[in-house]
């Protein structure tokens, strides 16, 4: 199993520009999240789902968007790229019967936008 | 809702100490206490989890406790050795509808002097 993957590693955008992110798991697990990392601030999420077609947002939603039109693949997207949203992004995953579970996170994604 | 602190931010132990990071968190509803270590430029990954309704749990060096009445949780690592040095964060699940989620403690950087 490759588990958590996420591309690209590295983007540096500027500002304005849109793109995504992309996140797949191969664990076949319902409940999969993005999250942001900035020094100091810990891991923020983003947005959330707990299956196909269902989203919700996180603590930090504005400016993303996200969508799961699978079970595998969680695509997050910029829509306006801001400096504020230079950080590092995680994506993570974990089987979900109504309750919290261990997470397995992605390993990143370091996006700079100047 | 939920909120997560972490203490403390930074850590400095020698080799063969013990080191011990405590967080508090603000719901009681709060069922699922997870610990995550990240080493530089990697991705965060479990190293221990506790559920509400256990009060100390051990894997090895590591141990857990909580404190359900006064809304508390630790990390205790005995014989600490230099590969030990990472960010540990600690997360505690946010009650209700949204039972997948977790909150993010800061964050503290331990560093384990040989």
């Known amino acids: 199993n490759a588990g958590v993957t996420q591309t690209p590693k590295f983007q540096v955008l500027k500002t304005g520009q849109s793109m995504t992110l992309q996140c797949a798991q191969d664990?076949?697990?319902?409940?999969m999240s993005w999250y942001r990392q900035d020094p100091g601030m810990g891991l923020r999420l983003i947005h959330y789902?707990?299956?196909?077609?269902?989203?919700d947002q996180g603590e930090v939603p504005n400016g993303y968007n996200v969508s799961r039109s699978t079970t595998e693949d969680f695509p997050l997207r910029l829509l306006s790229a801001a400096p504020s949203q230079t950080s590092v992004y995680f994506c993570a995953s974990s089987y979900w019967a109504g309750q919290a579970n261990e997470q397995y996170f992605g390993p990143g994604t370091r996006l700079t936008v100047t | 809702g939920e909120n997560v602190e972490q203490h403390p931010s930074t850590l400095s132990v020698q080799e063969g100490d013990s080191a011990v990071i405590k967080c508090t968190y603000s719901d009681s509803a709060s069922n699922y206490f997870p610990w995550y270590k990240q080493e530089l430029g990697k991705r965060p990954q479990l190293i221990i989890d506790i559920r509400s309704n256990v009060g100390e749990k051990k894997d090895q060096r590591i141990a857990v406790t909580l404190n359900k009445t006064a809304k508390h949780f630790s990390l205790h690592i005995t014989e600490t050795q230099p590969e030990d040095s990472a960010v540990y964060f600690c997360a505690a699940s946010i009650p209700g509808g949204s039972q997948g989620n977790l909150i993010f403690g800061k964050g503290t950087k331990l560093s384990v002097k040989p």
């Open positions: 789902s707990v299956g196909a077609g269902i989203t």
């Open positions: 664990m076949n697990h319902e409940y």
